[in-house]
């Protein structure tokens, strides 16, 4: 994960420039940051811990400088130390490097510039770009010495380098995401969009095994073979605005609250598209529905979807467990890869497997023009707009709802997928208004000093269960679970005591009598029950209203969740956003 970016153009204030780019970058790591600037014979560094949102521009002032790059981290080789912090620099710190990724050899580079003398100054696998950049520049000029570097490293990357007095920004990316901004006159280089969307919606996506070269121009190459490369610009057309607070707190309840929309927006998709992968499942020797995190209980909640709507049997693999299932993989086959950044390293490892035994790839995404949009057979872009927060809520009900919709079109029932999903949006419409939420947050108040609480519910309801459990775990810190009702019974009720909050998720149909009974067992044991259902139930100690929507139940079911925890994370006093060890796009395996 972390977060890079770098500028060269006009401005005098490039230190400045680069850390406000970084600010939203944030969600890709929030632990420590950094900045690098050019300042003619040697570089400036400056590099903290903590969040870069709490840079006092006042307090601390940079020199003028035209060209700088920056980091936001989240740590993986080494503690959270400055020591450990981005850029990274050679000896004399007239090279400066930020990295985002794993440099899996490093170890052995390591010891092969140790050897030769070299020192490091930290514990990072990052730092040994700089010192190897600088080993080549002895016998070559800058730019071909970052490039010999490139070639040496193994694993997942994404680098930008840069030389005190050397007009050139040089990034580089195996795997992690870089995507080149055009500006009047200026480039900008970052692991994501929104860190230069203010200044230019013209960008050029390096892929994989390429590095550009930016100084008055914009030269790309392939890493192996050293060879130029054409690439082309793209507009994009994301507002500023959306990838902004505005009036909200937080991203997360500003997300939690366009899901007015966003349901919509996914399912606004050309018939002839769906019913064409509606087609491809069909016929697909193995359907495999990959995901990490939230987006694997989509997955799950999938699983039950095409069960039940087109009596389908899917399988669901986690991002990181499927390498261990690839025996299975045909040529034939079908791996569906759901994803909000289209970025997460275990799953887009996933594809690379798929690729290999030349099963066919689809991705659901957020994000267009990301790896895994790029690197499928097919994509469907869920249409969600720039999710920020690092607990994922609009993309998750995008992503159900555009699954339920295949499930339906595989079914030969497009249009009544589609209509079913329309009325889903209109209600969660009528549902996110603030009233529901002040009841919402009363329950927050209820129970925000629990230490524990659990989450049942059966079929697609389970897979929601689960999810529930790590929207709560991710920003309120409570110990949450998800279980299938039906498994309570056979041990985790031992866990239910005196007051327990249990959330019992509900839908009608035939799974209501069981998961009501379950919710029984519970209360007899002093669990307080906190009902998420389409009308109250004399179990129920606490019921949270839902609307009716049979089978698009899950999307309805999670939202009452995703405000219960904003609530009780703010009521702990936690920052939403920014949850403590998480980040919002794993780029690491
Ligand atoms: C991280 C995020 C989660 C997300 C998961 C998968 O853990 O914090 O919110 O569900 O990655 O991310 P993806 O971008 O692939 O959906």
Request: charged share 25%; net charge neutral.
């Amino acid at each position: 994960m972390c977060g890079i970016f770098a500028y060269l153009g006009p401005r005098k204030n490039a230190a400045e420039f680069v850390i406000h780019g970084l600010t939203k970058l944030e969600y890709r790591g929030y632990d420590s940051w950094g900045v690098a600037y050019d300042e003619g014979i040697k570089l400036g560094i400056y590099r903290q811990i903590g969040k870069i949102s709490d840079y006092d521009p006042v307090k601390t002032k940079f020199p003028e400088s035209t060209m700088a790059l920056g980091h936001s981290r989240w740590a993986t080789h080494g503690g959270v130390t400055v020591a450990n912090a981005h850029p990274h620099t050679n000896s004399d710190s007239t090279i400066a490097i930020v990295h985002n990724g794993i440099i899996e050899n490093f170890d052995e580079l390591k010891k092969e510039l140790v050897d030769k003398g070299y020192v490091f100054k930290s514990q990072t696998d990052s730092e040994v770009i700089a010192h190897l950049i600088n080993e080549y520049c002895k016998t070559m000029d800058f730019e071909k010495a970052a490039k010999e570097a490139m070639k040496r490293f193994e694993g997942r990357y994404a680098v930008l380098a840069m030389k005190a007095g050397e007009r050139k920004i040089i990034a580089a990316r195996r795997g992690s995401p870089l995507i080149v901004g055009i500006g009047n006159n200026e480039y900008f280089v970052a692991s994501d969009i929104p860190a230069f969307l203010e200044y230019t919606r013209k960008v050029m996506y390096l892929d994989d095994n390429q590095l550009v070269v930016l100084n008055n121009g914009t030269h790309f190459f392939d890493i192996t073979t050293g060879k130029p490369v054409e690439k082309r610009v793209v507009e994009i057309n994301w507002k500023t605005e959306s990838a902004e607070k505005g009036n909200f707190a937080h991203f997360m309840i500003k997300e939690i609250m366009e899901q007015k929309d966003t349901i919509y927006r996914a399912i606004n998709q050309e018939d002839s598209e769906i019913e064409k992968i509606a087609e491809e499942i069909k016929k697909a020797y193995g359907t495999f529905l990959i995901g990490c995190g939230t987006a694997g209980k989509v997955c799950l909640a999938a699983e039950y979807i095409f069960a039940k709507v087109a009596k389908r049997h899917v399988n669901v693999v986690v991002g990181s467990e499927f390498p261990s299932h690839q025996d299975f993989l045909k040529e034939k086959s079908l791996v569906i890869a759901v994803s909000q950044s289209g970025e997460t390293a275990d799953t887009l490892e996933a594809i690379e497997v798929a690729k290999k035994k030349k099963s066919k790839v689809l991705s659901i995404v957020n994000v267009e023009g990301s790896t895994m949009d790029r690197e499928s057979d097919y994509s469907l872009h869920i249409k969600a707009g720039p999710e920020k927060a690092v607990a994922s809520t609009k993309a998750t009900t995008s992503q159900i709802a555009i699954l339920t919709l295949l499930a339906y079109a595989c079914d030969g029932r497009l249009q009544e997928g589609k209509t079913l999903l329309i009325d889903t949006a209109g209600k969660i419409n009528d549902m996110l208004n603030p009233r529901y939420e002040e009841h919402i947050h009363a329950l927050a108040e209820k129970i925000q000093h629990h230490e524990s609480m659990y989450v049942i519910g059966k079929a697609v309801n389970y897979a929601i269960a689960l999810e529930a459990a790590i929207k709560l775990q991710e920003v309120s810190y409570i110990h949450a679970e998800g279980f299938a009702g039906g498994e309570l019974k056979h041990g985790p009720i031992a866990l239910i005591s005196e007051g327990t909050p249990c959330i019992v998720l509900v839908s009608n149909g035939d799974t209501r009598t069981d998961i009501l009974n379950n919710a029984r067992e519970v209360k007899a044991r002093g669990g307080f029950i906190i009902g998420v259902a389409p009308q109250n139930e004399e179990v129920f100690d606490y019921w949270i209203k839902v609307p009716d929507v049979g089978i698009a139940s899950p999307i309805v079911n999670i939202i009452p969740i995703q405000l219960l925890a904003y609530h009780l994370a703010v009521l702990r006093q936690n920052n939403p956003d920014m949850p403590r060890n998480l980040a919002k796009s794993v780029t690491v395996k």
